[in-house]
């Protein structure tokens, strides 16, 4: 900062010194042209009244000839220095404008606020590198959730759509490159509230670069990271990236599961999307032949995925020279007739538009389910732009990179408990899955239940926290229960108890706590406030544990006490 | 002024939209003329300005006659120039020297300001008493431009080394 000072000071030294020059020049000359007083004699400006005068002509105010009218002598010189000293001043002033105006300069000054805005933050925030369309739907959803991040990104306008997102939560941006480590320590990995930095941008190369250069920096920074490309992947987590989303792979295997497991689908749904129906029917991908137009990244992921779980994928791809090609390939866009017809579409089941266009994939679509109206279509959408294009009915299931990598990743950074229970969850089968959505659309009928974690510490949980330091034994029970009457139980699921000895499943109301257990929980908004009682309120935590209600003040504690 | 004094030798990086050097031009040797008349100016406002502060103070500092406004006048614009000359000088003695130019410019326009006072805004008039205050304003300013002249010849003595 103090750099540009020094710059701008020296740039204005030019106009300053004319300036300065002629104003002493003019007052000098006025001081000494003779004028007349009110009474005819000759008078002489002072330098304080000439000094007065010229400030006002170079400003262009021009109050008047002052304090008496002027002789044609001082008119003259007058005449003279109004058109130099406006002149003088419109320079002066315009300079400092230009200076003013320096990309360098508003650069500098940018970097400086953003500096400090981050600096202030006093909570836990993230730093998000990448705005694009998965950025943004991230720190939305972030933002909801009234969780602060710093952002960074390379285009100045995705800053200013940052900036103009109608939000009442202030996230500090910065137009920088990421991959500069003195611009991620700018927006604040070194800060001690900083728990996490999230590599979003679209080049993994630069990705990768913010995993190397945050996890030398900070080795116990939380370092998440998207990749598309298997290389890079390796690479990351080879220095130990806490997690590496390929939002590719991601879906594949998804859908994978969802073929033999559409609860256990349904489920891994519900807890990672932000809203949506669950009394929706489940979804059960059909089982036989499926076509699959497009052999990419995601086309290749698909196709593996689908043949593990047993279907039949017919390939269609114009590009007959892409590596491990299947043999019975056909090549073609799918978008004609002709290309779908010779792969069998009538006997398909399904079929899965994959190109990189999404008007390539929406003529497949349209074209197939014109020779088969029962197809079952999975859609890979690129622009998040047509969204509407692809709502249902057109496709069953849409994929669109930047929603899968927002999903997955908020759901990493605010409720990292819900991975652990969908991995435990996959060892039970699909009808242990189907009993819970059940159970859960009775708790939450109307949209997808809402799910928090909780940690039995002293700021998070005081009253529980106080009961379990003095040796009472509180249960799992007494926290789901309503604090007006202890038998009613509240709508929440308790899904994950993780504790010292692991994290167990679906724990039973029995199931006793112990300081920094993490629970999860799934339910209504109101049940979570409920809940907030129990844990906090030691009075409302001691009627659940005894059934009795404690005295509130302390005259009633003592009264009870001599009663007692 | 910016063109003065700095020959494009290819070691300079200058950046087009701002001067990105700070160091005083002065004190590189480049044995170009336009060098050394740089320097000229320079001293000669520092020194100018030191001598028509010092032909205001002197005389009784009490009596009007001695101590003629127009010096004043000629002080305080000398002065005026030596300050905007020594901005942006990003070494040590640069910022020492601004600062002493800034202390002087600070007392004679105090001391213009008091004879305003005295003799347009209220009626005391040109007295001893306020002739004395303008006076030993001005010799405050003195000193500082004394410092500031030292600086300078302290300077060229090093740099001859």
Redesign the interface.
């Known amino acids: 900062m103090d750099?540009i000072v020094?710059?701008i000071?020296?740039?204005?030294?030019?106009p300053?010194?004319l300036l300065?020059?002629i104003y002493?020049i003019a007052?000098?000359g006025l001081t000494l042209i003779p004028g007349m007083d009110d009474k005819g004699q000759v008078w002489y400006m002072?330098?304080?009244?000439a000094f007065y005068f010229v400030s006002f002509m170079g400003t262009t105010t021009g109050f008047g000839e002052i304090p008496y009218p002027f002789t044609d002598a001082q008119r003259m010189w007058a005449l003279i220095f109004i058109y130099i000293s406006v002149a003088t001043w419109v320079y002066t002033i315009g300079t400092l404008i230009r200076?003013w105006q320096?990309?360098?300069?508003q650069k500098a000054l940018a970097e400086h606020r953003f500096q400090r805005q981050v600096r202030q933050i006093n909570e836990s925030f993230f730093v998000v590198c990448g705005y694009g369309n998965t950025g943004s739907r991230l720190v939305k959803s972030l933002r909801k959730r009234l969780i602060r991040a710093s952002v960074l990104d390379l285009k100045q306008d995705r800053i200013d759509a940052l900036m103009l997102a109608e939000h009442p939560l202030f996230l500090p941006g910065l137009q920088a490159d990421a991959s500069t480590p003195r611009n991620l320590v700018l927006a604040g990995i070194m800060h001690p509230m900083c728990k996490s930095v999230v590599a979003l941008t679209d080049d993994n190369a630069v990705n990768l670069h913010i995993a190397i250069t945050a996890k030398v920096l900070k080795p116990e920074l939380k370092v998440i990271c998207r990749s598309d490309s298997h290389e890079i992947e390796a690479n990351m987590a080879s220095f130990g990236t806490d997690a590496i989303i390929d939002p590719f792979d991601s879906f594949a295997k998804d859908l994978g599961l969802a073929v033999d497991y559409p609860y256990q689908y349904m489920l891994s749904d519900w807890f990672r999307n932000e809203s949506g129906e669950t009394l929706a029917p489940v979804m059960q991908l059909p089982k036989g032949r499926w076509l699959l137009c497009g052999f990419g990244r995601f086309g290749r992921a698909i196709h593996r995925e689908l043949v593990d779980a047993g279907m039949t994928v017919q390939v269609i791809e114009p590009n007959k020279a892409l590596l491990n090609l299947p043999v019975n390939a056909v090549i073609g866009d799918g978008t004609e007739a002709v290309t779908l017809n010779q792969a069998g579409v009538s006997e398909a089941v399904g079929i899965i538009a994959g190109a990189d266009d999404d008007s390539n994939n929406l003529s497949i679509i349209v074209t197939a389910k014109e020779l088969n109206p029962d197809l079952f279509v999975i859609a890979r959408q690129n622009q998040q732009a047509n969204s509407r294009l692809f709502a249902h009915p057109r496709a069953e299931l849409v994929m669109e990179v930047s929603d899968v990598l927002a999903t997955k990743i908020r759901t990493l950074l605010t409720n990292p408990l819900v991975d652990d229970f969908l991995s435990l969850a996959r060892a039970h089968d699909d009808s242990w899955a189907q009993n819970l959505t059940e159970r859960i659309r009775k708790i939450s009928p109307s949209g997808f239940p809402e799910v928090w974690e909780c940690v039995i510490a002293a700021d998070s949980a005081h009253a529980v926290s106080n009961a379990l330091t003095k040796g009472t034994d509180v249960r799992i029970e007494h926290l789901t229960h309503d604090h007006h009457d202890r038998d009613v139980s509240l709508p929440v699921l308790a899904l994950l108890h993780s504790n010292s000895q692991g994290a167990f499943c679906m724990p039973s109301g029995h199931a006793s706590l112990a300081a920094n257990d993490r629970l999860l929980f799934a339910g209504s908004a109101a049940s979570r406030a409920r809940m907030q009682w129990n844990l906090q309120n030691e009075v409302a935590l001691g009627y659940m544990l005894t059934g009795a209600s404690l005295p509130q003040t302390w005259l009633g504690r003592w009264l009870q006490r001599a009663n007692s | 002024m910016k063109t003065l004094g700095k020959s494009d030798t290819g070691a300079h990086k200058i950046n087009a939209n701002l001067d990105t050097y700070g160091y005083s031009e002065r004190s590189i040797e480049t044995g170009s003329r336009y060098m050394n008349l740089e320097k000229v100016v320079f001293a000669f406002t520092i020194i100018l300005a030191l001598t028509l502060n010092f032909g205001f103070f002197t005389g009784d500092i009490g009596n009007a006659a001695h101590h003629n406004v127009y010096e004043l006048y000629a002080a305080i614009f000398v002065n005026a120039i030596a300050t905007i000359l020594k901005f942006g000088d990003r070494t040590h003695m640069g910022a020492v020297l601004l600062a002493a130019s800034l202390v002087a410019d600070i007392q004679l326009v105090a001391a213009a300001g008091v004879w305003v006072y005295a003799v347009h805004v209220t009626d005391i008039g040109l007295t001893p008493a306020i002739v004395a205050s303008i006076v030993s304003l001005a010799g405050g300013a003195v000193i500082a431009n004394t410092i500031s002249v030292s600086l300078l010849v302290i300077e060229t003595v090093m740099l001859r080394r």
């Open positions: 750099s020094f710059l000071l020296r740039q204005m030294r030019a300053l010194l300065t020059t002493a007052t000098l002072d330098f304080f009244h200076l320096n990309e360098t300069l």
